[in-house]
């Protein structure tokens, strides 16, 4: 069984910064974040492979955020700059047993999931 605790969310202003942070226990392939406004799908945001360390992002996010892993705290962490009103959103963090590539940014592939943590961007 995985835990997953996230802290990090809040209100910024377009072109601000949060840090997303999100507190693991068990064994997991990849974790992840995925994103969710009102009526819209959840959305992968990015991906970490926890052995090889590989990471991936979505194209919306690419260059302005980035996703790591302290494996001595096992937490991982999200830092989101430049952000702007299109990322508000509830994002959660998620953990996969199995990871397929191919799936990585597939909601239906992760076991486990936070309680997810708000980002409200104002313009």
């Known amino acids: 069984q995985v835990q997953l605790v996230e802290s990090g969310g809040g209100s910024v202003h377009s072109g601000g910064s949060l840090r997303l942070s999100c507190a693991a226990s068990?064994?997991?392939?990849?974790m992840a974040w995925f994103r969710q406004a009102p009526g819209k799908e959840r959305e992968g945001v990015a991906v970490?492979?926890?052995?090889?360390?590989?990471?991936y992002y979505a194209d919306s996010v690419k260059g302005r955020f980035t996703i790591s892993l302290d494996n001595a705290k096992n937490t991982l962490y999200l830092q989101m700059n430049s952000l702007n009103p299109e990322d508000t959103a509830m994002y959660y963090c998620?953990?996969?047993?199995?990871?397929?590539?191919?799936?990585?940014?597939?909601?239906?592939?992760?076991?486990?999931w936070g309680q997810g943590t708000q980002v409200t961007v104002s313009s």
């Open positions: 068990g064994y997991t392939t990849c």
């Open positions: 998620a953990a996969a047993v199995y990871c397929s590539f191919s799936r990585r940014f597939d909601p239906a592939q992760y076991n486990y």
């Open positions: 970490k492979y926890t052995g090889a360390g590989n990471t």
